[in-house]
């Protein structure tokens, strides 16, 4: 849940649409559950919040928490697109735009931003010896990685230009997605 309010989580969030769902249930049922037990008799409260208790506890037992359709069908999209990529095909660029501009990424940066969440998540499944989801991790980083090398690239050389002309400096950020492993020559 505190992934929310982080740079780079849009696409790993969309992902996990349906667990977010259901834990915000979960925690709906259980707050319904809580009151419920509650022995209103026992506490000193104001026949009001007795009768706002039961209201509230009527009303989380009809709550039912879905997923937004349009997420819904973003997240079908995005698996299409991985499923693509896995079967070793390119994906429709269009597909692929239409799913950034729903979330929101429509730049270099923001693919950046996506890659460098996505990499501490693998990380942080590393450290905890935790594989569940490193799969779907590791394939939205590779997609993230695609789309900021092959949508955004003209727009990476923008910033780098821009930044150039108004500091003197070259953009630093740019620079810091680079893995110096992908240029090491490998000769086995």
């Known amino acids: 849940m505190e992934d929310c309010r982080r740079p780079g989580t849009r696409v790993w969030l969309l992902m996990k649409s349906h667990y977010v769902a259901e834990r915000f249930s979960s925690l709906i049922r259980t707050v319904a559950i809580a009151l419920d037990v509650l022995p209103m008799s026992e506490v000193n409260v104001s026949c009001e919040e007795k009768e706002l208790v039961e209201m509230v506890v009527k009303q989380a037992g009809k709550v039912r928490i879905e997923v937004n359709p349009d997420d819904e069908y973003a997240t079908k999209r995005v698996l299409l697109i991985l499923n693509k990529f896995e079967n070793r095909f390119e994906p429709d660029s ?27 998540q693998i990380s942080l499944e590393l450290d905890d010896n935790n594989e569940r989801e490193l799969h779907l991790l590791n394939t939205l980083a590779g997609f993230m990685r695609y789309c900021r090398g092959v949508l955004f690239e003209n727009s990476a050389l923008d910033v780098v230009n821009d930044e150039q002309l108004v500091t003197g400096r070259p953009n630093l950020e740019i620079l810091s997605c680079l893995n110096h492993e992908d240029f090491r020559a490998r000769f086995i």
């Open 94 to 120: 269009i597909m692929i735009k239409r799913v950034l501009y729903f979330l929101r990424i429509d730049s270099w940066s923001g693919c950046h931003k996506e890659i460098r969440f996505l990499d501490e």
